[in-house]
T-cell receptor, first 114, second 112 residues
């Protein structure tokens, strides 16, 4: 089936540094999402993105977070600066449209802030 | 805002047992309802979906029926296998807000 690819699978970073998580969504998809999952807990919506703009962001999407899809390929989540509480698995997802009946997820990037 | 509630945080069964995981939602209109399954080290994978009242979704022996009256979408399987061990998420998608909202998840452990 369609694949969402996330790079890297695991990243360790010092607190206060910047990190960029990369996502290669399904090729014909138009809506993009980031979700956060702290170990053993539920999937929590961070942000969605369409037509070059953020549509909605949750309260978990702090001012230090930003998203973009600069060249129409990778959809990125940047955290600057990182904090200890940002340690989690971040899942990228994509769907074909607003009335999409399926959202496809990547395998996640495990971010560890030390 | 819209929300999804799963009653069971963890379920432990033996092979061939009957499975029920309860899911209730709160949302306006007719959201699309989903069951996703997540295996260790993987992202959530779609099990099935339903978008209308009384519609039944099913896959791999799992099934759930969209019930707008009780705002429920309970997951059932008649005979579980050890390979069904995973975390199961009920979720809803509202086209107007273009986002998928997950329940808390239910960890299913099936022993042989």
């Amino acid at each position: 089936g369609p694949k969402v690819l996330q790079i890297p699978s695991h990243q360790i970073i010092d607190m206060g540094q910047m990190v960029t998580l990369n996502c290669d969504p399904v090729s014909n998809h138009l809506y993009f999402y980031w979700y956060k999952q702290i170990l053993g807990q539920q999937m929590e919506f961070l942000v969605n993105f369409y037509n070059g703009k953020v549509m909605e962001k949750s309260k978990l999407f702090k001012d230090q977070f930003s998203v973009e899809r600069p060249d129409g390929s990778y959809f990125t989540l940047k955290i600057q600066p990182t904090a200890l509480e940002d340690s989690a698995v971040y899942f990228c997802a994509s769907s074909t449209g607003r009335r999409a009946t399926e959202v496809f997820f990547g395998k996640g990037t495990r971010l560890t802030v030390v | 805002g819209d929300s999804v509630t799963q009653t069971e945080g963890q379920v432990a069964l033996s092979e061939e047992d009957f499975l029920t995981i309860h899911c209730n939602y709160s949302a306006s209109g007719y959201p699309t309802l989903f069951w996703y399954v997540q295996y260790p080290g993987e992202g959530p994978q779609l099990l099935f979906r339903a978008s209308r009242d009384k519609e039944k979704g099913s896959s791999r022996g799992f099934e759930a029926t969209y019930d707008k009256g009780t705002t429920s979408f309970h997951l059932r399987k008649a005979s579980v296998q050890e390979s069904d061990s995973a975390v199961y998420y009920c979720a809803l998608y509202q086209g107007g807000s273009a986002k998928l909202i997950f329940g808390e998840g239910t960890k299913l452990t099936v022993s042989s």
